[in-house]
Each structure stands twice: as structure tokens, then as C-alpha cells.
Nanobody
Framework: QVQLVESGGGLVQAGGSLRLSCVAS????????MGWFRQAPGKERSFVAN????????YAINSVKGRFTISRDNAKNTVYLQMNRLEPEDTAVYYC????????????????WGQGTQVTVSS
């Protein structure tokens, strides 16, 4: 089973950008579908974006489409979330997720979570 470590969070003004990274341990990274979730204060953890094992298929929720891009580099065991034109509503702890299913869209499908990284967007 992989272990996941996120980085790249921080404080940014509205309209700014951040890139989150998630590095996986182990030699089977390419066999996992990967995803990003987020959890705002007082809210449940929710799906943001996912990417298939090869990186050929990716999906993001409507509220971040055109602003966030998920990608992966299997040679580096890393998945990324490029976040542009950030809004205060994007403020949350962002979690990297891995699953042996073909894709991840729900919390219940996740096999492994990262520790989370805080993203704060000021207005």
C-alpha cells in the first residue's frame, strides 16, 4: 500500500495560484487511481478532482473546472493539483487520495489518504 505526503499549501490572495504536490512511496504508484479532496471548516470532506492510472483521463468538479488542473508523473510517483484564480470559497484542507479502483469520486472509494495541506485564500 502506498503512503502519501502532500505539500504546496499556503496563504494566497484571491486570484492567485498554488500548486499542490503529493508524493507516493512504493513502486506501484502507477497502479493507483489518484484524487484530490478538500474539507472546509464545519463541512464534510468532498471530492475535487481525479486522474486515472495512466493520466489519460481526468475529471474535476464544476466549481473548479477551468481553474484547477490535476496531473500526475508516474516516473516521479507524484500527483499535482494546479490551482489558478483561487477564490475564498476554495479555502480548505486539501487531501491527496489513492485507490485501486479505476477512478475515485467518493470518500468511500479511497484506500489511502495523505495528511492534508491547508489552503487559505484571502479576499
Amino acid at each position: 500500500q502506498v503512503q502519501l505526503v502532500e505539500s504546496g499549501g499556503g496563504l494566497v490572495q484571491a486570484g492567485g495560484s498554488l500548486r499542490l504536490s503529493c508524493v507516493a512511496s512504493g513502486r506501484t504508484f502507477s497502479s493507483y487511481a489518484m484524487g484530490w479532496f478538500r474539507q472546509a471548516p464545519g463541512k464534510e470532506r468532498s471530492f475535487v478532482a481525479n486522474i486515472g492510472r495512466s493520466g489519460a483521463v481526468a475529471y474535476a468538479i464544476n466549481s473548479v473546472k477551468g481553474r484547477f488542473t490535476i496531473s500526475r508523473d508516474n516516473a516521479k510517483n507524484t500527483v499535482y493539483l494546479q490551482m489558478n484564480r483561487l477564490e475564498p470559497e476554495d479555502t480548505a484542507v486539501y487531501y491527496c487520495a489513492a485507490a485501486t479502483t479505476r477512478e475515485i469520486t467518493t470518500v468511500g472509494e479511497v484506500d489511502t489518504w495523505g495528511q492534508g495541506t491547508q489552503v487559505t485564500v484571502s479576499s
